[in-house]
């Protein structure tokens, strides 16, 4: 059995989003689309101020409303956990966008560039049109996955193999890898770890966790 | 249509050094022939000590590479007119046509003198960040070297966005251009406005990661809650510019309230000058034959000169000496009979007895008890006594530190914070040991890549510093470049840097208003002036008047990656290949800026990734081409045969890779050359490594000790003492300044003499500002606010305000859309969240939205980065504010090291009212 997951260790963020820069390079997202990102939450008055990064991004729910209100059923859950969207059944009807309690949806119906109508050389290579007026979201790199499962390494040990949010995140506050594995690295981190998941509340038992501090 | 299947992918290695925290190793991924993304580079996981990660910077440089606004062919200004309001009509020429302008106005200067009839350079050359720059410029060092004489003074941020005075107080203290916290080992980090999470890169960011989870303590002082104090266990919201008092209050507690055994004596007792006997008359007590300091033996009941072998000097008291002499300002030697001598720790603890929490709190808004609390947190982190193995050898471990940020350590009050923070170090003994407060590098002395050989012995039993002259023989008394950095700065120094760290905006304000008393000759104009990753129209201050400046430069040469604000008024753009496009190779590991701390050294390429776009040309070429053509092929090969720019010669033991001066050799013949060399002399000789294998590699290393992050050792070893408390040095100094300058008639430098304290008072650093106010003419009351700026990882020092995808992703961070202001002054003031503002200073305004938020102080507004361009594609419309633009350049905001600070009183009000 594998169910990927991430677990993102709070206490390292700092925020700097090279987790948003990397994953929309690594994924060609046009202007304004995030997979992923990071929130800057502020709680309390002055001077009583906590200030808390928090990476957000499809939380790859084992039951996500996502998939209850695909009416395609473009929105699937693959055997390794990661929520997809098959965009030739996509409608772009957006029940899925209302959802998501995590806000992790986009949808963009005009091919945008960074700068004008022009693409650039690397826009116009990434330029998908079958991503127009569908919903789109993190997909944890599935395509490395998949490689992973030709190739035999591990996602979350091997970079080639692991999301690039996860690779590029300067602090080390990120980590990825199959939670039914009990000696992978996240299952090992989570053992020693308090952690809890967004909205659990919602029992759509997310795949991200969100590690807080020592067990 | 989908995504194609690429025909070919690779990866290809090379690094990012845009800001002075790097470098960073990465790889940019290339698709048919395409680069599409940067990421990280996993084979310098075990070298590398942020393990082969960049920082978001780095992932905006595919876009930077594909920019559509970059200029991509050399241009020539066709209006003769120039100015904000003059469009300066760039039109293309060949590379033929400028490198022919460019060379006919060399020779025809050079036909006449490198200077002019002010004995100034009439070359001047100004670059960006932190000296970042060189690691882009390839070879033009090397010309710039075969050139000769050149004004750097012109600054473009340094001296007033840098942490200027630890840069020079920290070199002559303890050898460090910068200091960190050695925080793989500390325990307690008081950060005094250092935004490390911001500013420090990755290396910075995984060190304090880690730190963290083992439990680390950091204690974050700053009037806004950033980044850094985000992350940090405490945040200590100070009203600005009233540092030192919050230190002075640290120090009290710790020599007041503590007896001394609390403290680490053996090292203040050997390490320090604290047994230094000072007389009556502030000096210290010397012997009249050697004219060595004396110290009190407590063996032989005594005074003895400093280093008198089995003496054991007392720390603290007062006594009796006779004979003594002391030596003032220009070598007057004061017979003292019999005085009374006090030690240096004394004097200190009799300094501090006043400067109590309680005082500290009427004056920096912090509570006396929290002052008290945190003081006493960090004597008691200090484990005094507690040891640690590194590589083999036993040292101290002194598991906590005190940093500083911009604005904290330079500008007024400044010599008060670094002096406070370096000898919160030396009483707790965790002044570069490990887990304690450590430099990363030398910049004013040498060798560069090596601070521990910068070691050596000097007057006093202190570390040697070369200071620029102050006796009456060799005093400077006419400037040497416009920012007058050697007239007035002793501490500065001479170096290849010390220009640029002198006070660079004394070379701006100088070309348009002098003091009555200036008695100097008049700055010139420089006659040619280069200009790379630098837009000091931009990043000054008061930067319209600035521009008006440079717009009266006859010929001004940029290295232009778009338009922008400075280069607006160059008479020439030069388009270089950029990052992803050219070739260079420079060292890596050691220590270094801002918390680089490597167990190697090394090498690495930075490599062409793709091909340039447009007509734009490795630097490396567009060197030779000018050293050709100006006439000086021969002295720039000699210079790059030297290994001008920070690499190996090119002839060294065993090796022999030297070019011909006769020919003009190409790019990748020089960086072939240059790697061989570098690889020879970094392995001895064991792995000579080509072109070719540094293009598929991309670096290399070879071990180094831990023990080389620390100068304790070596200053054990050499015999010396740091030296602090007592700052007889400075003050003698200071006294023989005032006299060469008085001399000459000048007395507007006497604000800035008073800083040359032996033991530094408490003044109202942040009157500085609000006098200038009312200097100007205006009413304090009507400008009730401080504005103070912060750096941003996503902007920070790098020339990316034109990048799409950082303005992206720079907005999910508070801040990034306007100006911070606390929500309750906000709402007293009837300004929403995202409504437009005005920020109004004594000399204009600037405009944004307003960011309303609950982590500032409510008497103070934040303005993340550098904006309000007008100039710069894509930059010019994001409709941001700064403080540059509204900060002004006065002689009376200048303290005595050069450097200012991004502080100015503000009012601030919504648009519809200032339209009204």
Not at chain 2, 147 to 166: A, L, M, N, P, T
Not at chain 2, 522 to 543: C, G, H, K, M, V
Request: glycine share 8%.
């Amino acid at each position: 059995m594998t169910r990927y997951v991430m677990a993102i260790d709070l206490r390292r963020c700092v925020g700097c989003q090279t987790c948003t820069a990397a994953c929309k390079g690594a994924n060609a997202t046009p202007p304004g689309v995030q997979w992923r990102r990071v929130l800057d939450i502020e709680t309390g008055e002055f001077p009583d101020v906590q200030r808390t990064f928090v990476p957000v991004a499809c939380m790859h729910c084992a039951d996500p409303p996502c998939e209850d209100v695909c009416p395609t059923t473009a929105t699937k859950i693959r055997a390794d956990g990661v929520v997809t969207i098959d965009y030739d059944l996509c409608i772009g009807c957006a029940n899925c966008v209302m959802a998501c309690p995590y806000d992790a949806r986009s949808i963009v119906h005009e091919q945008e560039f960074a700068y004008g109508d022009e693409p650039m050389p690397p826009e116009a290579l990434g330029a998908d049109h079958s991503r127009l007026s569908v919903a789109t979201k993190c997909n944890f790199c599935q395509d490395r996955l998949d490689v992973a499962a030709a190739t035999g390494q591990v996602p979350g040990r091997d970079p080639e193999v692991t999301p690039a949010c996860v690779n590029s995140c300067i602090s080390g506050a990120m980590s990825f890898g199959n939670i039914e594995d009990p000696h992978s690295n996240v299952s090992q981190l989570l053992q020693q770890t308090k952690n809890y998941r967004m909205h659990e509340e919602l029992g759509t038992e997310p795949g991200v966790y969100y590690i807080w501090d020592e067990a | 249509m989908a995504v194609q299947e690429p025909r070919s992918v690779r990866k290809v290695p090379t690094y990012c050094f845009n800001c002075v925290a790097g470098p960073d190793l990465m790889t940019v991924k290339v698709v048919d022939g395409v680069a599409t993304e940067v990421e990280p580079n996993f084979a310098a996981a075990d070298v590398h000590p942020a393990q082969g990660r960049a920082c978001v910077k780095a992932y905006g440089l595919v876009q930077k590479t594909y920019n559509p606004n970059r200029v991509l062919t050399p241009m020539r200004r066709s209006n003769p007119r120039k100015g904000r309001h003059e469009d300066p009509g760039f039109v293309p020429i060949s590379w033929d046509e400028a490198l022919d302008m460019v060379a006919a106005k060399l020779r025809e200067i050079r036909a006449r003198g490198l200077l002019d009839e002010a004995g100034l350079p009439r070359v001047a050359a100004s670059f960006g960040h932190g000296g970042t720059p060189a690691r882009y410029m390839g070879t033009f060092p090397a010309f710039l070297s075969a050139w000769g004489r050149i004004d750097y003074s012109f600054g473009s941020g340094q001296g007033v966005k840098c942490v200027h005075s630890e840069h020079l107080y920290g070199e002559l203290w303890h050898r460090a251009f910068t200091v960190a916290a050695d925080t793989p080992h500390s325990r307690y980090v008081i950060s005094i406005g250092a935004n490390t999470d911001v500013t420090a890169g990755p290396v910075s960011v995984k060190r304090h990661a880690d730190a963290r989870i083992r439990g680390y303590k950091r204690v974050q002082v700053e009037p806004h809650l950033s980044v850094t104090g985000a992350c940090s266990a405490e945040w200590v919201p100070i009203r600005p510019k009233t540092d030192p008092a919050f230190m002075f209050g640290l120090i009290h507690v710790l020599v007041c309230e503590h007896p001394l055994v609390d403290l680490d004596v053996p090292f203040l007792r050997d390490r320090s000058s604290s047994p230094y006997l000072v007389g009556p008359d502030g000096l210290y007590l010397r012997d009249p034959a050697t004219r060595k300091p004396l110290l009190w033996d407590e063996r032989s009941g005594r005074a003895v000169p400093f280093d008198t072998a089995g003496a054991v000097p007392a720390l603290t008291g007062r006594y009796t000496v006779a004979g003594a002499i002391s030596v003032d300002a220009d070598d007057e030697v004061h017979q003292l009979g019999t005085v009374a001598g006090t030690t240096a720790f004394t004097k200190l603890v009799e300094h501090m007895r006043r400067y109590t929490p309680e005082w500290a709190e009427g004056i920096c808004d912090v509570p006396a008890a929290t002052i008290r609390r945190i003081a006493n947190e960090y004597l008691a982190a200090a484990s005094i006594g507690a040891t640690i193995e590194i590589d083999g050898r036993t040292l101290p471990l002194r598991p906590v530190a005190v940093t500083l940020g911009k604005s904290v350590n330079n500008g007024w009050g400044a010599y008060e914070c670094v002096w406070s923070r370096t000898l919160l170090a030396v009483l707790v003994g965790a002044l570069e040991v490990p887990g304690g407060t450590v430099g990363t590098m030398v910049r004013i002395n040498r060798p560069h890549d090596d601070r521990l050989r910068s070691v050596h012995v000097g007057e006093d039993g202190f570390l040697a510093q070369n200071f620029n002259p102050t006796d009456r023989a060799h005093w400077a008394a006419q400037p040497t470049g416009r920012n007058v950095h050697k007239v007035l700065v002793p501490i500065v120094g001479d170096s290849p840097w010390s220009q640029a760290l002198g006070p660079t905006q004394l070379a701006w304000m100088f070309q348009n208003e002098r003091p009555a008393d200036f008695n100097m000759p008049a700055p010139t104009l420089p006659e040619l002036w280069f200009i790379f990753r630098s837009n000091p129209a931009i990043a000054f201050w008061d930067t319209h008047h600035l521009v008006d400046t440079i717009a009266k430069f006859p010929f001004t040469v940029a290295f232009a990656y778009t338009v922008d604000e400075t280069n607006y008024m160059a008479d020439l753009l030069l388009p270089e290949a950029s990052d992803l496009e050219s070739t260079q190779l420079i060292r890596i590991g050691g220590t270094g800026c801002i918390e680089q701390f490597w167990k190697s050294r090394g090498l690495a390429l930075r490599q062409p990734v793709v091909p340039p776009q447009g007509e734009a040309r490795d630097f490396t070429w567009i060197s030779t081409e000018l050293a050709r053509r100006a006439g000086l092929l021969d002295r720039y090969v000699a210079a790059l045969n030297r290994g001008t720019g920070g690499v190996a010669p090119l002839k060294g033991e065993g090796y022999d890779y030297s070019l011909d001066p006769a020919q003009a050799p190409g790019v990748d013949q020089i960086w072939d050359a240059v790697c061989r060399a570098s690889s020879a002399e970094l392995t001895q000789g064991r792995a000579v490594h080509d072109l070719d294998w540094f293009r598929e590699h991309g670096f290399c290393t070879v071990p180094m000790s831990q023990l080389e992050w620390y100068l304790t050792p070596v200053m054990e070893a050499h015999g010396l003492r740091y030296e602090l408390p007592y700052q007889e040095r400075l003050l003698r100094v200071g006294r023989e300044l005032r006299n060469r300058l008085h001399e000459h008639h000048m007395n507007w430098w006497d604000k800035q003499l008073a800083e040359y304290q032996a033991l530094p008072e408490w003044h109202d650093a942040a009157g500085h500002w609000e006098q200038a106010v009312i200097k100007a003419g205006a009413k304090l009351e009507d400008f009730p606010l401080w504005l103070l700026a912060s750096k941003s990882m996503q902007y920070h020092s790098s020339g990316n305000t034109s990048i799409a995808l950082m303005r992206e992703v720079a907005l999910n961070v508070r801040g990034h859309a306007g100006v911070l202001i606390n929500a309750t002054t906000a709402r007293r003031y009837g300004i929403a969240d995202g409504e437009r503002v005005e920020i109004r200073s004594h000399i204009g305004a600037t405009y944004g939205k307003a960011v309303l938020t609950q982590g500032v102080r409510p008497d103070t507004l934040v303005i993340l980065g550098q904006f309000d361009h007008w100039a710069t594609p894509f930059a010019k419309d994001l409709g941001l504010p700064s403080l540059n633009t509204i900060a002004p350049m006065s002689l009376d905001l200048v303290d005595a090291t050069g450097s200012g600070a991004d502080i100015v009183r503000v009012a601030v009000r919504r648009m519809a009212e200032a339209a009204a």
